[in-house]
């Protein structure tokens, strides 16, 4: 199974928003609305950000929303803050019972 | 408030088996709802999915695998211990990761993570 694709690296102001996408097939994204983004800060564990395409777990700002189109799943982060400069992963249910993740990308905040 | 430890050698050899355990605490590994899973993250790279299993009852239920790690590897569950464990045969150095163990709900998202631990597979 080939991970899905993510821009390795975007940038932004604090105060912007952004937004990441992550690009799959008809076998995982476009197949699922079992879309999940993960945030990690260096040397530290993912946290889930995003499950089931666009909902928020308990606790995470309402800053950060999901969507999907197609066979491509988007985060966006409102009002970037330096906090915020991390790098994300998206992940999908694949139609085999499995689970793919991407490539990541680095959020840089200027 | 869940928790989940992972615990194992950090080192092991070339040829090798990898063994994990994690250590779940706060709730019930029991829980019919959750499957129990893994994630490795080799240094500087991405995440990369291994496997998850569920618990159906009275014994270790459904596991589910990366199919590029399923000839090698194998997971279960010890409830009376709460824990859950990962072995991986033959390793080389591309399983040189820092090791994840998470509460996986269904096969759809990871909720809850382990703090990682990192595994070094070297002579």
């Known amino acids: 199974q080939s991970a899905l694709t993510q821009t390795a690296s975007v940038s932004g102001a604090p105060g912007q928003s952004i937004t990441l996408s992550c690009t799959g097939t008809?076998?995982?994204?476009?197949?699922?609305?079992?879309v999940s983004w993960y945030q990690q800060h260096p040397n530290k564990a993912p946290k889930l950000l995003i499950y089931d395409v666009n909902n928020r777990p308990s606790g995470i700002s309402n800053r950060f929303s999901g969507s999907k189109s197609g066979n491509t799943a988007s985060l966006t982060i409102s009002g970037i803050q330096d906090e915020d400069e991390a790098d994300y992963y998206c992940?999908?249910?694949?139609?085999?019972?499995?689970?793919?993740f991407g490539g990541g990308t680095k959020l840089t905040v200027l | 408030h869940l928790q989940l430890q992972e615990s194992g050698p950090g080192l092991v050899k070339p040829s090798e088996t990898l063994s994990l355990t994690c250590t779940v605490s706060?709730?019930?590994?029991?829980?019919?709802?959750?499957?129990w899973g893994w994630v490795r993250q080799p240094p500087e790279k991405g995440l990369e999915w291994i496997g998850s299993i569920y618990y159906s009852g009275t014994h270790s239920g459904n596991a589910y695998f990366n199919p590029s790690l399923k000839s090698r590897g194998t997971t279960s569950v010890d409830t009376s211990r709460n824990q859950f464990s990962l072995k991986l045969t033959s390793v080389t150095a591309a399983d040189t990761a820092v090791y994840y163990c998470?509460?996986?709900?269904?096969?759809?998202?990871?909720?809850?993570w382990g703090q990682g631990t990192l595994v070094t597979v070297s002579s």
């Open positions: 706060g709730g019930s590994i029991s829980n019919s709802r959750y499957y």
């Open positions: 992940s999908s249910y694949m139609s085999s019972r499995t689970v793919v």
């Open positions: 998470a509460r996986h709900e269904y096969l759809y998202y990871f909720d809850d």
């Open positions: 008809s076998s995982d994204i476009g197949g699922h609305n079992y």
